[in-house]
């Protein structure tokens, strides 16, 4: 009798593990981010259902970005009501439709992600103040869950940045307006603490709705917010399946328009600021209690480009003078940003604005290309702080190092989805996959 109630109770407590989904992708987690606004591009830029499918034999996560927060009644919101739940599309509903083809992949909802307009009164601060506004804000989640059948729901929470350092030179306040696009201006959070342990117990009280379900839950922390400030690593972790550590952007020509330098680097170069880089991210996660497996280590797809003037040095060497973002990719339209296709394009012998590529013997930095200033004809230059297959998979590397749980690309979008770098499809991710 004793025996088969033990029996009963350690396969009940296997049963109940496995239900629960214990995680098959401890240490390979590739989690990989769709900003599903890239539909809107025109001509080879644009993104569409059928391109992530391309990606899915890669990816062991697909999270769905972006959606917001209605900032009056604390509700989760479509931010593309149109392509993300509306007749035509409904890509929240083809999205998690594609776990028919690929019954292993999960497929999470990611909030904020810098993809909410922030507003003044400041709603992802709001949201966590009050046991009302936190509860408004989960039941929605559930009213959500029911409609649609993401696996998980990611918190990629738009906390405030850390301001930028004073830059040296005059320029500074062209950019200026620049800094209203992250939401919180000049603005200082009195409040730092409270906003912390708000989010702790918003955590709590969403994993405690999504356990039953079996629903996961992640947290992503976006570029320039300190982890330290706004994450207590140590109480989240048992109600957290993964943290997103997004470290990345730490240098960009909309915040460091004068002076370029690595955007993602690995570890602290020669007299940079310590905490900018994924090792110092990751320890803090480590040494406050996370288990390494529930860390994931972020990997653009994009290059950050600024521009080159008689002012540069011409060795290329960074930090190097720059001024201001650097000239728009042809397909994405965005100055200061480049595709990994837009690159690629432009780093062979015989190309158009040819890039002079430096590689990353050291596998710690990054790697750059550029253009120098044209003495000739006084054309503007080009720096391009980029990730490509080696270096996406020095991060893997990295992360496996270190017993992690793997890494996350941000886009898919804006990896080489059409494959016209060398011929494979999303290059960088798989650069990072075949390293983990
Ligand atoms: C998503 O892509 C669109 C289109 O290029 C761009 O405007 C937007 O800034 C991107 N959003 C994020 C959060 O990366
Ligand atoms: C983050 O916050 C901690 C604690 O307030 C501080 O010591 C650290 O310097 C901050 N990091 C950055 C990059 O500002």
Not at 16 to 30: F, M, P, R
Not at 188 to 213: S, Y
Request: glycine residues 8%; charged residues 25%; neutral net charge.
């Amino acid at each position: 009798m004793r025996m088969k109630v033990l029996i009963f109770a350690v396969v009940a407590v296997f049963y109940v593990q496995s239900a629960v989904g214990v995680d098959t992708h401890e240490h390979n987690k590739v989690v990989c981010y769709w900003n599903s606004t890239a539909f809107d591009r025109q001509g080879p830029g644009k993104f569409q259902l059928d391109d992530v499918r391309s990606a899915l034999s890669l990816c062991t996560h697909l999270v769905y970005g972006f959606a917001g927060i209605n900032p009056d009644s604390f509700e989760v919101v479509p931010l593309n009501p149109t392509l993300d739940t509306g007749v035509g599309y409904s890509y929240y509903k083809l999205t998690t439709q594609l776990k028919r083809s690929f019954p292993d992949l999960k497929v999470y909802l990611s909030i904020g992600g810098n993809a909410d307009p922030n507003d003044e009164a400041h709603k992802y601060l709001v949201v966590t103040e009050t046991a009302e506004s936190r509860s408004k804000f989960i039941n929605s989640i559930n009213r959500l869950l029911n409609d649609y059948d993401f696996d998980g729901i990611d918190l990629a929470w738009q906390f405030p940045t850390v301001k930028v350092k004073k830059q040296r030179g005059t320029f500074g306040s062209l950019w200026h307006g620049l800094k209203k696009t992250f939401g919180y201006g000049k603005f200082k959070d009195d409040k730092e603490q409270e906003h912390r342990d708000g989010f702790t117990i918003l955590v709590r009280d969403l994993k405690a709705q999504l356990r039953p379900r079996m629903k996961a839950l992640t947290v992503t922390v976006l570029p320039h917010v300190n982890s330290s400030v706004y994450y207590d690593a140590r109480l989240l972790a048992p109600n957290i399946d993964a943290v997103h550590l997004f470290t990345f952007d730490q240098k960009t020509p909309e915040r460091n328009p004068q002076e370029a330098d690595y955007p993602a680097p690995i570890y602290e170069s020669f007299g940079r600021v310590p905490q900018d880089n994924v090792d110092a991210t990751t320890r803090y996660w480590l040494e406050n209690g996370t288990p390494g497996s529930k860390i994931v280590v972020g990997i653009p797809t994009y290059a950050k480009t600024w521009k080159l003037t008689s002012d540069s040095q011409i060795s290329g060497v960074p930090p190097i003078v720059t001024d201001g973002p650097g000239a728009e990719g042809p397909h994405t339209n965005i100055p200061g940003l480049l595709s990994y296709a837009e690159v690629c394009s432009r780093l062979t012998e015989s190309a158009v604005g040819r890039l002079r590529r430096v590689g990353d013997p050291s596998k710690k930095y990054g790697g750059y290309a550029y253009q120098p200033y044209n003495e000739n004809t006084g054309e503007d230059g080009i720096w391009v702080g980029y990730e490509d297959p080696d270096t996406a998979g020095n991060k893997a590397a990295y992360a496996k190092a270190k017993g992690l749980g793997g890494v996350v690309i941000y886009d898919l979008s804006l990896d080489d989805f059409r494959g016209v770098c060398t011929g494979d499809k999303f290059p960088i991710i798989r650069g990072a996959k075949y390293k983990l």
